[in-house]
T-cell receptor, first 113, second 113 residues
């Protein structure tokens, strides 16, 4: 089963604009991760944020985590056409198998020239 | 190539046939995961190995599904008596740390006719 929802389901922006996608989850987590998937391919890890962290940066990526609201956001700044992909959040729960990631439903990002 | 390798990339089979997929993880990773992904959804956890031990299986994994990881290296996922509902992308991933980032293969796309 999916851990939660991503919002929006689909997002279309122009190159150079910022893209923000949100993730909500249901249970207490150890950490939350964001992955990217190009069409028909496997997933690529982007960034991991631990439950005691509130914000993390990696290049053009900024991730926030609000454990009180059980939500996270991923911001991609100065988007490029090559950023076109689906983006998934995934959580590692506090209870249960520490190794198991539970994925959300994903946001499909389209960046146009 | 030192990434996660999956074979075959595509498999078309008739309903009722058995299929087997192979995954070669990153060599130093002792954790290996199988996920299933249908169109427009996030990956769903199927099973997880630590070395050669299968430590968790999802309730999604019916008796027709079996996975092995002999000697803690490559893994195989077999589906017996395939059904049309088994059509999906089957993703393999590996990691070195519990709760850490996963490295995914490109997946095996299964189509059951």
């Amino acid at each position: 089963s999916q851990q939660g929802e991503e919002d929006p389901q689909a997002l279309s922006i122009q190159e150079g604009e910022n893209a923000t996608m949100n993730c909500s989850y249901k249970t207490s987590i150890n950490n939350l991760q964001w992955y990217r998937q190009n069409s028909g391919r496997g997933l690529v890890h982007l960034i991991l944020i631990r439950s005691n962290e509130r914000e993390k940066h990696s290049g053009r990526l900024r991730v926030t985590l609000d454990t009180s609201k059980k939500s996270s956001s991923l911001l991609i700044t100065a988007s490029r056409a090559a950023d076109t992909a689906s983006y998934f959040c995934a959580t590692v729960n506090v209870t249960g198998t520490a190794s198991k990631l539970t994925f959300g439903t994903g946001t499909r990002l389209q960046v146009t020239l | 190539d030192t990434g996660v390798s999956q074979n075959p990339r595509h498999k078309i089979t008739k309903r009722g046939q058995n299929v087997t997929f192979r995954c070669d993880p990153i060599s130093e990773h002792n954790r290996l995961y199988w996920y299933r992904q249908t169109l427009g959804q996030g990956p769903e956890f199927l099973t997880y190995f630590q070395n050669e031990a299968q430590l968790e299986k999802s309730r999604l994994l019916s008796d027709r599904f079996s996975a092995e990881r002999p000697k803690g290296s490559f893994s195989t996922l077999e589906i017996q008596r395939t059904e049309q509902g088994d059509s999906a992308m089957y993703l393999c991933a590996s990691s070195s740390l519990a709760g850490g980032k996963l490295f995914f293969g490109s997946g095996t796309q299964l189509s059951v006719l």
